[in-house]
T-cell receptor, first 116, second 113 residues
Framework: GAVVSQHPSWVICKSGTSVKIECRSL??????MFWYRQFPKQSLMLMAT?????????EQGVEKDKFLINHASLTLSTLTVTSAHPEDSSFYIC????????????FGNGTRLTVT | KQEVTQIPAALSVPEGENLVLNCSFT??????LQWFRQDPGKGLTSLLL?????REQTSGRLNASLDKSSGRSTLYIAASQPGDSATYLC????????????FGPGTRLSVLP
């Protein structure tokens, strides 16, 4: 079964509103979670790395005030898209792992965000 | 800087064929390598994880090999089926800090019935 649960699977919102996406590790403690964005027929683009209890590390070009990431517990990270615009419409995917070199990476099923 | 490439970018085969997908990485200092499949509009599903000390892993019709010194991994799919159609990505884990995983661009596989 799924070890990482991402919710919601899809969301439609109006321009200017904020949307929160949750990523939960179901049966392990995820010391690190990653947030990706994916455009159609393209590979994953890493947006930020979040370690439990500390501030997220954002990739170059990703606005941290627009994409708020919170990783308050070892099983939950949230991505909030603030003041959404149509160009924020995309597929957002989270992944989680333990901070052990041998640990695999587990992905959520993604969230399709459409901003109208 | 670690770079991961995958060849071919796309592949179309008739059902029943055996096939090989390739993954190359530039820095051999990796902890592990993982193969994923992604169906359209879905997240990634982990297929196989090979630790740096291992040379191959098998799961059902899938076999993945790792040659760390040459910076290569292959994913072998035996007796392909239409349900295998998806995009296959490989990712290497570099270390315990920062951007741990570096992904390849993926190979888009179509298995024709």
């Amino acid at each position: 079964g799924a070890v990482v649960s991402q919710h919601p699977s899809w969301v439609i919102c109006k321009s200017g509103t904020s949307v929160k996406i949750e990523c939960r590790s179901l049966d392990f403690q995820a010391t690190t979670m990653f947030w990706y964005r994916q455009f159609p027929k393209q590979s994953l683009m890493l947006m930020a790395t979040s370690n439990e209890g500390s501030k997220a590390t954002y990739e170059q070009g990703v606005e941290k005030d627009k994409f708020l990431i919170n990783h308050a517990s070892l099983t939950l990270s949230t991505l909030t898209v603030t003041s959404a615009h149509p160009e924020d419409s995309s597929f957002y995917i989270c992944s989680a792992t333990r901070m052990v070199a041998s640990s695999p990476l587990h992905f959520g099923n993604g969230t399709r965000l459409t901003v109208t | 800087k670690q770079e991961v490439t995958q060849i071919p970018a796309a592949l179309s085969v008739p059902e029943g064929e055996n096939l090989v997908l390739n993954c190359s990485f530039t820095d051999s200092a990796i902890y592990n390598l993982q193969w994923f499949r992604q169906d359209p509009g879905k997240g990634l599903t982990s297929l196989l994880l090979i630790q740096s000390s291992q040379r191959e892993q098998t799961s059902g019709r899938l076999n993945a090999s790792l040659d760390k010194s040459s910076g290569r991994s292959t994913l072998y799919i035996a007796a392909s089926q239409p349900g295998d159609s998806a995009t296959y990505l490989c990712a290497v884990r570099r270390d315990n800090y920062g951007q741990n995983f570096v992904f390849g661009p993926g190979t888009r596989l179509s298995v024709l019935p």
